[in-house]
Each structure stands twice: as structure tokens, then as C-alpha cells.
């Protein structure tokens, strides 16, 4: 067994585990962090997205040990005190779920496209920032408004800021 | 996954020492490959040398027209690079395009050429832009690095360093993405080098990425899509699949080929 201390979503965590064991389970199984979720478990679908080190990655794709170090955000790291991420709020305002299974990763990915490229997102660049994430609900379009409006929402509040 | 021990790696020396300690381990890099293939174990290392903090081999840098990129740069990082963009954009471009936003994260270049997955897109650009593989002992040149099929020159232990070009005076890379998997169903990039035209097709050769010796003529004497209308593609030594047969490819080449070289302007 091997020690794994992360920092996630701002708190110091360690947890002990086999070289083999890939760090979704870990949050979820040994942290009790359940926000990620486990989809194809083939690195296709994005339901486990999380950020580790500021940028998206797919936590069922890579070993906790490969982390051991790394600071992490999962969904649950996203609200401020009782109140929702302007993305997480989005989705609510846009209806961009249906079952939710997808939505921790869509949430994810879209805070690190909003990151990355934030202030001139068009449809296609949101959708082509989906590319790794898979729904098969809502069809796709109301996450892609989604986005659009927490983006906007997001680039006013900076501009207000300044 | 069967069970393995990992190791970190802090130095070149470091992770050339710790895998030769280990016969039965592997290098993993970005892991984008490796892991899934473990996961469905295909693969059984007996180790991991990981090797993503080994800062010596990490980050783009240019010196005029040469390029170097360290072989555990993720792909976002060169699809990002400005710097890279301003001297070479068909690079960027191709690796903005592999796989998908999360990915590229995590996903490196000496990972992905060390792999030599046939379907790839940096062999591509690489063997286009007669690039240079720098490994721990020495130096080969992409003509001689892919061999054939997830196979390379390496030898056992070998670890790919770095990545060397002069930036090409035109470029441009074409792929006809498998919509499931983000692979090159045929993927061509096409460049005006000192070294004179190079034109290299990964996802579709039945021993892996390939140069195009009929399109480099053609292009020799007149850089334009027009140019290649009338090569031939020989389907003989193209993949089939379910998705696409080989005739189905060789028209993919060309049609992927006639892009790269428009995009390239």
C-alpha cells in the first residue's frame, strides 16, 4: 500500500492504496467524495472530470499515486458558501441535465474551458470543448447554452470587477 | 488492472536507472494509452517509472526556427504555444486536435511517438516535418524512428528525451477524425522543408505512418492541392476495418492531402 496526500478542493487529504488504483475510485472510495463520477471507465465518456494542478483531466485514466502531490478540485469544490458556481447555476437556470449522471464532469469541463479561452466562447468552440464529455439525454444543446450564459455571466462579473 | 508498483522519476538518469532495475517495467508518461491498456490488461507492467516530473524534459523551446520540444510536454501545451504557432502553426493545430480538451492535459508528445500507435497524429507530423528524436543515448531521425506497427527504433530502455525541427517554410495537417475515438482515420501532413517537400498519412498505412513519394513530387514542382489530383494512391498497403476499407482510405489520402497542403497555404 502506498500513502496518497492530495489537496483537495483547498484541504489537505491522504489516504493509503494499491500503485494500481485509479484515483476516481480513490476520491470517491477513500476520500468519500462522490460528486465524480464513474461512466465508461474507458476514458471516453468525461464523467469523471476533475481538475488536478488547475486542468481538466479524466480521473479514471490516471493512478492516484500519478497525483500523489497534486491539488485537486472536484465538483463538489465548486460552490462558495451556499451558493451555487455561476456554471453549476447555469445549468440549473438552462435545464442542462436531464439525469445528471454526466453533469459533475460537464460542470468540470466547463469551468476549464471558461478558464482557458473565457470572455469570447461561441457555440462551436463550446462544442468543440466538449468533445470529451458525453450526454445522452439532453441532446446536448441546453449544456452548450449553459455554458454560453455562465460565460457571459462570468466575463461581466470581471468586467464589473475592474 | 493487474497490480504493478510506480515509481516517480526525478531525473533522465533517474528513470533510465529505475527502468532497468525493473526488466518487465514501462515508462508511462501522460499514461493516455498506457493506462487504458492496463485497465483492459492488455498490458501487465511489472512497474511505472513515471516520468511527468522530470522538469529537464518538460516545455517548448525555440532558438530561431528550431524547435525543441521536451517529450513530456502535453499536447495542450503545444497547441497553446504562441511562441510555436507564430513559426509553425500546422504543429499546433494537429496537436489541438488529439484526442479531446482532457486528454491533451495529460497526453505527451514522446508518449505518443514512443507508442507509435498506427492511427497517431505526431508520428505524422514529425515524419512530415523530418524531425529529430532525441532519446537518453542518442539522436534518430523520424525516418528511421517509426518502424512499423506500435513498433520503433528504441531499444529496451531506451527513453525518448525530446523532439528537434527547423520549422518548415509551409505547413499544414489534414485528418479525417474517427468520430468515436478522435483517431486519424487518415490524418496527412504535408510540409515545404529545407530538406525539400515531405509528405507523411498516418491512420491508414497497414504498417503504420508512411511517406508518400508520388504527392512530394507532385508538390515539388507545383506546391498546390491541384497538383496531387492526379497521383495515384495505391491501396494495397492501406488498413482496412470496419470502419473504412482500403480504397476507402486511398481516397482519404488524397482528399486529406489536398487540405493539408491548401490549409498550409
Not at chain 1, 70 to 89: K, N, R
Request: hydrophobic share 40%; proline share 3%; with cysteine.
Amino acid at each position: 500500500m502506498t500513502k496518497v496526500t492530495l489537496t483537495v478542493n483547498g484541504r489537505t487529504m491522504s489516504g493509503e492504496c494499491e500503485d494500481r488504483t485509479l484515483l476516481v475510485h480513490f476520491i470517491r472510495e477513500k476520500l468519500g467524495l462522490t460528486g465524480t463520477h464513474v461512466g465508461c471507465d474507458t476514458t471516453q465518456c468525461g464523467a469523471c472530470v476533475i481538475h488536478m494542478d488547475g486542468h481538466s483531466v479524466k480521473s479514471c485514466s490516471i493512478l492516484a499515486v500519478q497525483a500523489s502531490g497534486s491539488t485537486i478540485t472536484t465538483i463538489e469544490g465548486l460552490a462558495g458558501q451556499g451558493e451555487l458556481h455561476p456554471v453549476q447555476a447555469a445549468f440549473k437556470e438552462h435545464h442542462g441535465l436531464q439525469c445528471g449522471f454526466c453533469t459533475p464532469g460537464m460542470v468540470m469541463t466547463a469551468v476549464d474551458l471558461i478558464n482557458r479561452e473565457g470572455g469570447h466562447l461561441t457555440e462551436e468552440t463550446v462544442r468543440a470543448g466538449l468533445e470529451g464529455n458525453i450526454c445522452r439525454c439532453t441532446g446536448y444543446h441546453n449544456i452548450v447554452k449553459a455554458i454560453l450564459a455562465a460565460d457571459a455571466e462570468i466575463a461581466g462579473s470581471r468586467q464589473a470587477a475592474e | 488492472m493487474y497490480a504493478t508498483s510506480y515509481h516517480r522519476a526525478s531525473s533522465v538518469e533517474d528513470a533510465v536507472k529505475l527502468k532497468s532495475a525493473n526488466e518487465e517495467g514501462r515508462y508511462l508518461s501522460g499514461g493516455m494509452t498506457l493506462i487504458a491498456t492496463m485497465k483492459q490488461r492488455l498490458a501487465a507492467p511489472s512497474d511505472l517509472i513515471d516520468l511527468r516530473h522530470i522538469p529537464a524534459i518538460r516545455g517548448i523551446r525555440i532558438e530561431g526556427r528550431k524547435v525543441t520540444i521536451g517529450a513530456a510536454t502535453p499536447h495542450a501545451d503545444v497547441a497553446a504555444s504562441r511562441e510555436l504557432a507564430a513559426i509553425c502553426p500546422a504543429i499546433c493545430k494537429l496537436a489541438g486536435h488529439i484526442g479531446d480538451p482532457h486528454v491533451r492535459h495529460m497526453g505527451t508528445i514522446g508518449g505518443s511517438i514512443a507508442n507509435n500507435d498506427p492511427a497517431a497524429d505526431y508520428p505524422a507530423g514529425l515524419l512530415g516535418l523530418g524531425a529529430t528524436v532525441v532519446t537518453d543515448r542518442r539522436s534518430i531521425s523520424a525516418d528511421d524512428f517509426f518502424t512499423g506497427l506500435f513498433e520503433t527504433a528504441l531499444e529496451e530502455g531506451e527513453m525518448v528525451t525530446s523532439v528537434t525541427f527547423e520549422a518548415p517554410e509551409k505547413a499544414g495537417y489534414a485528418k479525417f477524425n474517427n468520430p468515436a475515438s478522435r483517431f486519424a482515420m487518415t490524418g496527412v501532413f504535408a510540409a515545404k522543408t529545407a530538406g525539400g517537400i515531405r509528405v507523411a498519412v498516418t491512420g491508414a498505412g497497414a504498417s503504420g505512418v508512411f511517406r508518400h513519394p508520388g504527392f512530394e513530387q507532385a508538390l515539388a514542382s507545383n506546391w498546390s492541392p491541384d497538383a496531387l489530383s492526379n497521383v495515384a494512391v495505391d491501396a494495397s498497403n492501406l488498413m482496412a476495418d470496419m470502419h473504412a476499407n482500403a480504397e476507402y482510405r486511398a481516397n482519404l489520402v488524397k482528399v486529406m492531402a489536398k487540405r493539408a497542403v491548401a490549409s498550409a497555404g
